[in-house]
């Protein structure tokens, strides 16, 4: 089975490896994922696992927030501290439940229960996501992306609201273009840092040069190898390329 691990705590999780690591060598894991940003691009970018560690607080907010938007089918165990009520309702729900510091006897038994799920391709209640939403509802915290950015154009700061923005691009320096044409460099040292500040249900990074806006694509060209050519509205009319390694996560996005 592949197995993913959210938990932004480090130490926590290289703990949690080393214990899957020996309990059930077979497993895969895919990576740890430290907050909810994270998890929603990489969702975005990869197929469902055969299995979920989660920590339910994250730095940037809940796990719950992923669940939700995913609805994802693989089974889930959830690794965190939490009122005790929740812990009956999650393990008569399917999903198992794992107090910090884990225990190898629990967690044993929870990935022997998790085989069982997979290998009978059992489904999950149909209350499942109603249970989550209302465990969360408490302090589920709303993550916060960028409403604007400041750039400098002849010697002033201007501000430029992310809606009005189409993509940003890297050609030796960092480039924002909104959706009138215009192009002002911004004050950033890599795209990367510019990926983490912005809703990925609106951006999508398609390559190492661009970054796009859902509304500012014109159309999409399947090529034989897999791979994707995205055209962008006038006055861009830019062309830009998406490999095919992204091209499965692109279209799961792009039909949102």
């Known amino acids: 089975m592949k197995v993913l691990i959210i938990e932004d705590e480090s130490l926590i999780a290289r703990e949690l490896q080393f214990k899957i690591g020996q309990i059930a060598p077979?497993?895969?894991?895919?990576?740890?994922?430290?907050?909810?940003?994270?998890?929603?691009?990489?969702?975005?970018e990869n197929a469902e696992p055969d299995l979920i560690f989660a920590d339910i607080q994250l730095s940037d907010g809940v796990s719950f927030e992923v669940f939700e938007r995913y609805e994802l089918q693989c089974p889930i165990v959830f690794t965190t501290a939490y009122d005790e009520y929740a812990i009956r309702a999650f393990k008569v729900n399917g999903v198992d439940y794992l107090l910090k510091p884990v225990d190898n006897e629990e967690l044993t038994r929870a990935i022997s229960k998790c085989r069982t799920i997979v290998e009978s391709k059992a489904q999950y209640p149909k209350d499942m996501q109603q249970l989550l939403k209302m465990i969360a509802a408490p302090q589920a915290a709303q993550t916060e992306y960028k409403e604007k950015f400041v750039v400098s154009y002849r010697h002033q700061w201007l501000p430029i609201f992310t809606k009005d923005i189409a993509c940003f691009s890297r050609d030796g320096v960092n480039y924002l273009h909104t959706f009138t044409g215009e192009r002002y460099v911004l004050d950033f040292t890599t795209l990367d840092e510019v990926e983490e500040l912005l809703d990925p249900r609106l951006f999508f990074r398609a390559n190492r040069q661009y970054i796009i806006h859902a509304d500012a694509i014109q159309s999409v060209k399947p090529l034989e190898n897999q791979k994707l050519v995205l055209t962008m509205k006038a006055p861009a009319k830019l062309e830009i390329d998406i490999s095919r390694e992204k091209a499965p996560g692109f279209k799961r996005w792009f039909e949102k």
């Open 26 to 44: 077979d497993l895969k894991i895919l990576g740890v994922l430290p907050s909810v940003k994270t998890a929603n691009k990489w969702f975005l």
